[in-house]
């Protein structure tokens, strides 16, 4: 993994910290080529990797990706998944049993039992699982994707309600489908990478807010910190900055001194803020 990857909150108007931001963000990057602006300046300051989500603009980036193969030489994405939203909004449209049916492939043969309510019924749950992963990575088709994460909030979901099956589900898909690499997303690192190791996954890529002031930090700071030192895992940090509640300079120094710390996923709207985090990112974790 890259020491530094872009990641997409700032596109589609997520801040945690203000929602006025927030709001403004989402006007501005309304139009995909503006956000394709952000992600050539990354590119052309050295980043190399795209944290994203599978909202449905990001689609339309890749097919920009895609239709320049020259242009973005060695740009690999690494998929998020599922967008909650997509599927709230579905099944609020659609019910449960339709917002599945809704990303099942036309014709196929799940689809069809589930038309019949026999795999709900059954508890296949592998199979549902697993295509509704290979439906979220078609938009990537064609693109580098060497990691595949599962988002926090349907980490989070599984791991609260005690599935820890479907961790192992995932993994073995994206491995043996993809030849990628699974990575999770959480707001509970200690927990999930517990539950992870029960399942027997090895060394696995967990992403988490990891900051100096223990913002959105579950379970505690101490806990992390522990985590971190115990080994075993590859991490991501993401909320270094805190919102910007941390200068840039000194958050980065920070978590650069922690252990088993493998890449940062930061989020910027300009080139002067991707140059200033690469730079320090040079700088504390060279």
Not at 211 to 218: D, H, Q, S
Request: glycine content about 8%; aromatic content about 10%.
């Amino acid at each position: 993994m890259d020491r530094l990857l872009l990641g997409d909150n700032q596109f589609f108007g997520i801040n945690h910290m203000s929602e006025e931001r927030a709001r403004t963000q989402a006007m501005r990057f309304r139009d995909t080529a503006a956000i394709m602006k952000v992600i050539d300046a990354a590119y052309d300051e050295g980043i190399r990797t795209f944290m994203c989500t599978t909202h449905e603009r990001v689609a339309e980036i890749c097919d920009t990706v895609r239709s320049m193969p020259d242009r973005y030489a060695g740009l690999q994405f690494y998929p998020c998944m599922p967008y909650a939203h997509k599927y709230a909004n579905a099944v609020t449209d659609h019910g449960m049993l339709g917002a599945v049916m809704q990303f099942m492939p036309e014709g196929g043969m799940l689809k069809t039992m589930l038309s019949g309510g026999k795999a709900l019924a059954t508890k296949d749950v592998q199979g549902i699982a697993r295509i509704l992963i290979d439906a979220e990575m078609k938009m990537f088709e064609g693109l580098s994707t060497p990691v595949i994460f599962m988002q926090n909030v349907f980490t989070d979901l599984l791991l609260g309600m005690g599935f820890a099956e479907a961790f192992r589900i995932f993994h073995d898909h994206v491995i043996e489908k993809y030849d990628a690499e699974p990575g999770y997303i959480t707001m509970n690192m200690p927990a999930l990478f517990k539950v992870l190791r029960d399942q027997g996954i090895e060394n696995p890529i967990i992403c988490a807010n990891i900051n100096k002031i223990g913002f959105r930090m579950c379970g505690g700071q101490e806990a992390y910190l522990d985590t971190l030192r115990a080994g075993g895992l590859r991490a991501i940090a993401m909320s270094v900055y805190a919102s910007g509640a941390i200068p840039a300079d000194e958050a980065i120094q920070w978590v650069s001194n922690l252990p088993n710390i493998r890449s940062i996923v930061f989020g910027a709207s300009s080139r002067t803020n991707i140059r200033s985090t690469r730079d320090l990112v040079g700088r504390y974790m060279s």
